[in-house]
């Protein structure tokens, strides 16, 4: 549905392409070759614009992947999960814990993680909370 629709509820007029001199009223003439060629110029800013935004999002973007039985750390924002660590100041608390192995992957962009039985956070995350693990863990940063 566009922004037309939901405002007068119906669908909105076709806009007729115009062939430059096929009118025989002059004044005609000129304003709807005006208008094509606002329209024109409307359409290519659009394509510009938004080919621009496009980009701008996507520039700090990154495919990643892991499979299961990795080991990824996982980050946590102890000033709003006030379980996972206690302290007077947020600012030095740890941003990242674990690690933790991948148990499965449920869709492209969440992954489930073998948690220890002691933690109260629900073991799926999305895959910008993850950050892997590189070379053999050895201890463990629970939540």
Known sequence: MTP???L?????????????GTSKIESLDELLTQKTMILKVLKDNLVKARNRMMI????????????????VYLKLQPYRQHFVQYRDSQKLAKRYYGPFR????????????????????????????LKLCHGQPTTQIAP
């Open 4 to 6: 037309f629709e939901a």
């Open 8 to 20: 007068y509820g119906r669908k909105p007029p076709n806009m007729v392409h115009y062939n430059p």
């Open 56 to 71: 701008q999002a996507n520039r700090h973007r990154q495919d990643r992947t892991f499979e299961v039985g990795q080991w």
């Open 102 to 129: 991948i148990i499965k992957r449920i869709g492209k962009v969440a992954y489930e993680l073998e948690l220890p039985a002691t933690s109260r956070i629900h073991p799926v995350f999305h895959i910008s909370l």
